[in-house]
């Protein structure tokens, strides 16, 4: 089984939980970020993994045109999806899954989750800081990555062969 995880981050949070994911798959696992990296062909992989996180609603630009531009190749993979996102609420976590990926890429996933998040103020800047201080009512550095649910994820993939 060969896989490669597709992932945009801002702080680093995705790339980790891109990197724990890596570790949980059986066989060779690729890892790009679309932020830095091109990823030419998708024809080597049994799965392709998405994977992005969420600043005000929405998750970054690269990722929403790279699944745009490849959106029939992606169609016809093995696909899984997930988020790093600060939404607890599991309603509302689901709804931004849903509409952070194209409605045919969600519609297609094998699996989809959300794991969790990291507010780390060392490495916010002035205005990010300022939003989780008015509007979350955030202090400081919160970490709150869900292994638990990237362990799911992993073993949704590993037994979809
Ligand atoms: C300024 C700012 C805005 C955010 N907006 C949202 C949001 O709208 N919804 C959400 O669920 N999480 C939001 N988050 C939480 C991030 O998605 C979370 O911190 C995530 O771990 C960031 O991942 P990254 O380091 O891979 O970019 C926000 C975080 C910051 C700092």
Request: hydrophobic share 40%.
């Given at each position: 089984?060969?896989?490669i995880?597709?992932?945009?981050?801002k702080h680093g949070?995705t790339?980790k939980?891109?990197?724990?994911?890596s570790a949980?798959?059986?066989?060779e696992?690729v890892?790009?970020n679309?932020?830095?990296e091109?990823v030419?062909?998708?024809?080597?992989?049994d799965?392709?993994?998405?994977?992005g996180?969420?600043?005000?609603?929405?998750?970054?630009?690269?990722?929403?045109?790279?699944m745009?531009k490849n959106?029939?190749?992606l169609?016809?993979?093995?696909?899984?999806?997930?988020?790093?996102?600060?939404e607890?609420?599991?309603?509302?976590?689901?709804?931004?899954?849903?509409?952070?990926?194209?409605?045919?890429?969600?519609?297609?996933?094998?699996?989809?989750?959300?794991?969790g998040f990291?507010?780390?103020f060392?490495?916010?800047?002035?205005?990010e800081?300022?939003?989780?201080?008015?509007?979350?009512?955030?202090?400081e550095?919160?970490y709150?990555?869900?292994?638990?649910?990237?362990?799911?994820?992993a073993?949704?993939?590993?037994?979809?062969?």
């Amino acid at each position: 089984m060969k896989s490669i995880i597709i992932y945009s981050t801002k702080h680093g949070t995705t790339e980790k939980a891109a990197r724990i994911l890596s570790a949980k798959l059986p066989g060779e696992v690729v890892l790009k970020n679309i932020m830095k990296e091109n990823v030419s062909s998708l024809e080597e992989y049994d799965n392709v993994i998405l994977g992005g996180s969420i600043y005000i609603g929405k998750v970054q630009k690269n990722l929403t045109e790279y699944m745009q531009k490849n959106l029939k190749e992606l169609l016809s993979k093995r696909v899984s999806l997930f988020l790093c996102a600060g939404e607890t609420n599991e309603e509302l976590a689901a709804k931004q899954i849903k509409g952070a990926f194209p409605e045919e890429l969600y519609k297609a996933a094998i699996c989809k989750d959300s794991f969790g998040f990291e507010f780390n103020f060392d490495k916010l800047n002035f205005f990010e800081k300022l939003i989780m201080k008015k509007v979350k009512g955030v202090k400081e550095s919160y970490y709150e990555l869900k292994e638990d649910s990237i362990d799911r994820f992993a073993k949704v993939i590993a037994s979809n062969k």
